[in-house]
């Protein structure tokens, strides 16, 4: 497969969709959220130019990886529930020298908790 047809499917896919991407200020995260805006722009340059007003399609939300339940209030929690169609978790601790307590927690824990909100 070529590299234009492989844009082409990577935004046929995700067309109409909602993602939650966590971990997006991580290096991996930073990354995807690139990738995913370079190779669907008809996500958001048809937006930014058509109806910049709309620009609502994107929601920051914050969270701790670290906190039961992803550290998210309980209305972010519900509103994730109703809209989103896929999942990336790409937040992980990769602090190897990390309290064994914290990894756990923020790489194990975070992993079962978005199973959960999934669900």
Not at 86 to 113: C, E, G, Q, W
Request: aromatic letters at 8%; glycine letters at 4%; a positive charge.
């Amino acid at each position: 497969m070529d590299k234009n047809n492989a844009a082409k499917s990577i935004s046929a896919f995700y067309a109409g969709l909602s993602i939650l991407l966590t971990g997006v200020t991580s290096f991996l995260g930073k990354i995807y959220f690139e990738k995913l805006l370079r190779s669907c722009p008809d996500l958001y340059d048809k937006l930014r130019q058509e109806q910049s007003s709309n620009f609502k399609k994107l929601i920051p939300i914050s969270g701790d990886t670290s906190q039961e339940n992803l550290g998210l209030s309980a209305v972010d929690r519900q509103m994730l529930i109703k809209r989103v169609n896929i999942i990336i978790h790409a937040a992980a601790s990769v602090i190897f020298n990390d309290i064994l307590k914290y990894a756990i927690l923020t790489n194990t824990r975070s992993m079962r908790d978005i199973c959960i909100l999934a669900e």
